[in-house]
């Protein structure tokens, strides 16, 4: 099955922190979830809060949207560019993915 050209892969995502590239990362998970593990300077922004604060994500320049399965991120990316953002791209397969493709001593749950 061929991956929307509006995901990123964690291994995609690690080399351009890695690189120094300035991407927003937009965490739409929990509270709780959130405080469990994190990417390092992710932004928590919870699903249900998205719409009234939409203007925080920043609407030039990568914006990377991040969730526990990459399915509430997936939605919240496809809301956002409904707003018309073309900066959007959607971590595939979360932090579950991050922890066993990138890093893993990253907490899972």
């Known amino acids: 099955m061929p991956h929307d050209p509006l995901d990123l892969s964690p291994t995609d ?7 120094g590239d300035d991407i927003q ?6 509270e709780m979830e959130f405080e469990y593990c994190h990417l390092p300077g992710s932004l928590l922004v ?3 809060e998205l719409p009234r604060r939409a203007a925080e ?3 030039e320049g990568p914006v990377v949207v991040i969730c526990h399965h990459g ?7 496809g809301y956002l560019r409904h707003l018309g953002r073309t900066n959007v791209l959607n971590l595939r397969g979360g932090v579950d993915a ?6 893993p001593t990253f907490p899972v749950y």
Request: proline residues 3%.
């Open 71 to 77: 399915v509430r991120s997936g939605h919240a990316a």
């Open 46 to 48: 919870p699903l249900d």
């Open 25 to 30: 990362l937009i965490d739409v998970r929990e």
């Open 57 to 59: 994500i920043r609407t």
């Open 98 to 103: 991050w922890a066993l493709q990138v890093d």
């Open 13 to 19: 995502l690690h080399r351009r922190l890695q690189a």
